[in-house]
């Protein structure tokens, strides 16, 4: 078995001969720019500059592939994605000869069209497995082999090399089991893996903050808090995502233009106490449209998602508020 690229090839030279700045410069660049992710961004680096590939577990919208995007472009080396499904065979990770030309030329290397695989261990890049559970046995089983050897034979091609930066990279949502595979012994075994959970309340304010380029803080501490709700109620098996409360806020910032509401300045984030019945009306539609698509009912629950957010809706702005009044 070969031995994956040490810890000084991915911090210097790419697969392309490119010099790189240290590992530790690559962070601070990276650091500037991405809210509320230092430890994974430490942890991910470190397992990636040490050669190692990697299986990042965490639900959607958890900055997986927002992380390896800013690491490959830091290095300048490509970031392929493949989305793990079960038509993701063999030939369509690895490549395939183009027909027409096989039915003139016979098969030869000139006619091979290279697969996301193949392509990442040529370029020295990152190929990224989203949803990796669901791929098949057999296609996992070709990844395990450019894995273990940092190489795949290839029939009428010939033998392909992998430049030392290749890294495997597989994210999986831990929350979803429908359609999903259990991984082997033998795949757990030849990947590091990283947790990743959701950011903090804080966090997910400068993110929603950054994305829509909002300077309503109210507006945003009421998208966030109504997305994290979804969470954490009984009823759903899995809430939204960070990207829900962006949605939440610019539908909602879109919607109070065109109901010409005024949007409150309200230092006191936490509880929201005395807003306009316009305002939050303006919240309740923009709550159903930003959000129903985006949770998980459980199947044994007797509601639908909109009487679910109607509910966590009215304990934001309605039950909280009065119960945080004094007296």
């Known amino acids: ?11 210097h030279v790419s697969g392309r001969g490119q010099t790189h700045r240290s590992i530790n410069e690559v962070r601070r660049s990276i650091a500037a720019r991405l809210v509320g992710r230092d430890r994974e961004l430490d942890l991910l680096l470190a397992a990636v500059a040490a050669g190692r590939d990697l299986l990042i577990e965490g639900p959607p919208g958890t900055s997986k592939s927002t992380l390896l ?8 080396i490509p970031l392929l994605f493949v ?8 030939a369509r990770i690895v490549g395939h000869h183009n027909p027409a030309r096989v039915l003139r030329e016979d098969y030869s290397e000139d006619n091979f069209v290279a697969g996301p695989l193949v392509e990442a261990m040529r370029t020295g890049g990152f190929l990224y497995v989203e949803e990796f559970n669901r791929a098949p046995e057999d296609t996992l089983n070709t990844l395990l ?11 009428r091609v010939g033998t392909v090399d992998a430049l030392p930066t290749f890294r495997v ?15 082997s012994t033998s795949v757990h075994d030849r990947l590091c893996r990283l947790a990743i959970g959701y950011q903090d309340a804080d966090a997910e304010r400068g993110i929603v903050a950054l994305r829509t380029e909002s300077d309503s803080l109210r507006l945003i501490a009421d998208s966030v808090a109504i997305t994290r709700a979804t969470r954490e109620h009984e009823d759903i098996t899995q809430g939204s995502s960070v990207r829900g409360a962006i949605d939440l806020a610019l539908v909602a910032q879109q919607l109070a233009n065109l109901r010409e509401v005024s949007i409150p300045e309200v230092a006191d984030i936490d509880p929201p106490r005395d807003l306009p019945e316009d305002y939050r009306q303006v919240m309740l539609d923009s709550v159903l449209v930003a959000l129903s698509g985006r949770i998980h009912v459980d199947d044994t629950a007797d509601a639908t998602p909109e009487s679910i957010l109607h509910e966590i809706w009215q304990d934001h702005f309605v039950l909280k508020p009065a119960a945080a009044e004094p007296g």
Do not use: K
């Open 83 to 90: 989305e793990g499904n079960a038509d993701l065979t063999p």
């Open 169 to 183: 990279v597989a994210s999986m949502n831990p929350y979803d089991n429908v359609g999903t595979t259990r991984l």
């Open 145 to 155: 082999t450019a894995m273990a050897e940092r190489r795949i034979a290839i029939p």
């Open 1 to 11: 078995m070969t031995e994956h690229s040490t810890a000084a090839s991915a911090n």
């Open 69 to 76: 995007g800013a690491i490959t472009a830091e290095w300048g």
